[in-house]
């Protein structure tokens, strides 16, 4: 009977040491990538608008809402292609607003038609990460720490493709200024590890 019942517990119990053994490797190489196990909740506030490309004017929600900034725009681009999202920042630079951008390096230096020189040029301030394989954020922190302070995100790249070309979400976060402190302290925190700008 014993012999019986064993190839029925037993691997119960292996599977039981293996998640174990599973959980620990997971929680040593956390520890030392210095990974929280689990991120905060942030409490739903606020609206958020969503737009689809290529059905809907996702460049142009973007467009609307750098247009409505009144203090500062802290942006996080992998790749940035687009000259009427360029030209909207810069436009936003001319009337007085902190414009700050924070790029993929490899993008920017090998990818092609990358808007960043022309930001770069108008007196944008622009930093470049250099620390990952992929800088892939795609944020647009506006007016953080104010009453109409918003935050931009989705896989939408700052690009032609990504409105013309590709199947892309875009979401604006607006009256959240948990999420909007969240976003610009983790701008903050690439900000330290970014290096100047300079042309090649």
Request: glycine residues 6%; hydrophobic residues 45%; charged residues 20%.
């Amino acid at each position: 009977m014993r012999r019986r019942l064993l190839p029925l517990v037993l691997p119960s119990f292996l599977l039981f040491v293996t998640c174990a053994a599973e959980s620990q490797v997971a929680e040593q190489r956390n520890h030392e990538h210095g990974l929280r196990q689990t991120p905060p909740t942030i409490m739903a506030r606020g609206s958020v608008q969503v737009g689809f490309a290529p059905w809907d004017n996702a460049e142009g929600m973007v467009v609307d809402a750098i247009r409505g900034a009144t203090q500062q725009i802290l942006v996080q681009a992998f790749s940035f292609t687009s000259r009427t999202l360029a030209n909207a920042l810069i436009a936003a630079r001319r009337r007085g607003v902190d414009v700050r951008v924070m790029a993929d390096r490899e993008q920017t230096f090998g990818g092609e038609a990358s808007r960043i020189p022309d930001l770069a040029q108008a007196g944008i301030p622009v930093i470049l990460e250099v620390r990952y394989q992929s800088a892939h954020n795609k944020v647009m922190v506006i007016d953080a720490g104010t009453a109409e302070a918003a935050v931009i995100t989705g896989s939408y790249n700052w690009t032609y493709a990504a409105q013309y070309k590709n199947a892309e979400n875009v979401l604006i976060l607006r009256h959240n200024p948990d999420i909007v402190k969240a976003y610009a302290a983790n701008w903050r925190r690439h900000q330290a590890d970014a290096l100047p700008y300079t042309e090649q």
